[in-house]
């Protein structure tokens, strides 16, 4: 009887286990499926080589059969035409000429710089709470929803608030908030300067942009006479254009570059808080006053040849996508007043859907110019039987892990980042610099990609010939994209950045809820 039971367990635990074996993946299958997939990569990669090999070994063998006569008889009827030898040769000239003359002149990084504030400026979740109850604005319920929102941001404790809103009571006001934006902005640029060794009277070409804050005179006229800048710099200032507006200028100064010889460009990126916290209790409008921090770069290009050896980057693409037309993509970020005449940012809850469209669009664009055939081959084929032959398959995501070795996100927020990170199937390596910015710094609107890149040149990443895409989003709606390709070989012990005092402490885990302690 006891065998029997023993039998009966055995038996029982046997096909338990045999059903547990069942239920997983076949990974003998899966990892047959890479290598097959790994081969295609390679076989679509090197198709050209393998095409040119049986070519150049049939021309070979036709060479060889080629004796002494049959060369003097070629050399016999090329009678030597010198009014063909000028015409052709003039021709040659001119095409020559006709290409270096209207080819696109190649625009490289040659450094930037991040602003980090001074540790005063320093808010923790906590004092943000203090701060928001202390406002005597916000209704019990709502400030509950903020630091519901703030658990759950991804925000760390080391994030910078503007000085004006730190005191008790706020002190929004116009001079703060020209304040803030000087200190941000000379800031970033006198570290830029520094690194460079480039003086201000060299800079012919300025692009500042800061969506929320436009005084009269401009930010960027604010540069041009703290810095004296020369009489004929060509300057401009863009505003309202959300926190895609850093790629916006980049692909602005990359215009500017084409036609304008032996120039640099100093691109500036920033948001102002001091005069755009809102201070109601409309909900969708409060989500903006518990994400965003301060900060800000500043960014050096030039399209002289002479500066490739001492730049960081060659600017290889930009693709800008623009929404607008549509209604619900207009709307999903929208600067009004609440019902109280509270001016406020307001975010729509299509925003996700609106920027996952613009998202598809923009890579629609930027995919042919970056992926490898074999990546494009698989989508192609993937479109042609859904929509020719009307299968029932799941759209085939390119995969851009083939095309750029490093990814800078726009650190919009924890939901935007983790719906890039699933649909663009990338892993937590690549996800790092966006979420550790988030973490460190907050939501710094336009500038956060320069934040991000900063933290992979931190860590001893970049290296020489990687590929870097920097992917924004913006009211309007707007998706920008800029691929950089590296000049050389990054090493963070020569770099000045905002992490290189802390990077060791990095990567930190973020859990889902981080609950903030009562005052």
């Known amino acids: 009887m006891g065998d029997e039971n023993n039998k009966n367990s055995v038996s029982s635990e046997t096909v338990r286990i045999s059903v547990e074996v069942n239920n997983l993946p076949n990974f003998l299958q899966s990892i047959r499926l890479r290598y097959v997939k790994l081969g295609y990569h390679y076989l679509i990669s090197n198709a050209m080589y393998l095409f040119l090999v049986p070519v150049l070994g049939v021309l070979s063998v036709h060479v060889m059969t080629i004796s002494v006569e049959d060369l003097i008889q070629l050399l016999d009827k090329l009678k030597f035409n010198l009014i063909t030898v000028i015409l052709c040769s003039a021709l040659v ?42 406002a005597g604005v916000f209704t019990e319920e709502n400030l509950a929803f903020q630091k519901k929102i703030l658990e759950r941001s991804g925000l760390g ?35 830029l300067l520094a690194k460079t060794g480039v003086k201000a009277k060299d800079i012919g070409i300025l692009v500042v942009n800061c969506s929320l804050f436009n005084p009269t005179p401009s930010l960027s006229a604010m540069i041009v006479n703290h810095y004296k800048l020369r009489g004929n710099v060509m300057s401009y200032n863009l505003g309202g254009m959300g926190c895609s507006a850093g790629l916006i200028s980049i692909d602005l100064a990359k215009q500017l570059l084409q036609v304008n010889p032996n120039s640099y460009a100093l691109v500036v990126s920033m948001e102002n808080i001091t005069l755009n916290w809102y201070f109601g209790n409309n909900r969708s409008m409060l989500v ?45 970020v929208f600067q009004e007043e609440d019902e109280k005449k509270e ?64 990814f800078c996100i ?31 710094f907050g939501n710094t609107s336009s500038s956060s990609l320069w934040y991000e890149l900063a933290y992979t ?16 989003f913006g009211s309007g709606f707007k998706c920008n994209s800029a691929v950089w390709r590296t000049l050389k070989t990054i090493n963070p012990a020569k770099e000045k950045n905002p992490w290189m005092d802390e990077v ?11 609950t903030i302690n009562d005052s």
């Open 504 to 514: 060791h402490e990095f990567p930190v885990e973020v859990p889902r809820i981080v």
């Open 343 to 406: 001016i406020g940012v307001a975010l729509s809850k299509d925003l996700m859907a609106v920027a996952g469209e613009a998202l598809k669009t923009n890579i629609t664009t930027l995919g042919p110019l970056v992926l490898p055939m074999s990546e494009q081959l698989l989508f192609f084929m993937t479109l042609v039987a859904r929509k020719i032959f009307k299968m029932k398959i799941k759209p085939y995501i390119p995969d851009f892990k083939l095309a750029f070795e490093h």
């Open 457 to 472: 040149e931190a860590k001893g990443r970049i290296k020489k010939g990687d590929r870097t895409w920097q992917i924004a």
């Open 93 to 134: 000239v001119f095409l020559g000429t006709l290409y270096f003359m209207t080819r696109p002149r190649k625009v490289y990084l040659v450094d930037f710089s991040c602003y980090k504030p001074m540790p005063d400026v320093m808010c923790s979740k906590e004092v943000f709470m203090e701060r928001s109850k202390q």
């Open 410 to 440: 726009h650190a919009g927020g924890r939901a935007v980042l983790d719906e890039l990170e699933k649909n663009l199937e990338l892993s937590q390596w690549h996800m790092e610099p966006s979420r550790m910015t988030l973490y460190r």
């Open 288 to 332: 903006s006053n518990c994400i965003f921090r301060m900060g800000g770069a500043a960014i050096l290009l030039s399209n002289r040849s002479s500066d490739r050896r001492h730049s960081k980057y060659q600017l290889i693409h930009t693709v800008r996508t623009h929404k607008g037309a549509d209604d619900r993509s207009y709307g999903c």
């Open 157 to 191: 404790q080391k994030t910078y608030f503007p000085e004006a809103l730190l005191r008790v009571p706020a002190e929004p006001n116009m001079a703060e908030a020209r304040k803030e934006a000087e200190m941000v902005m000379f800031g970033a640029i006198d570290e």
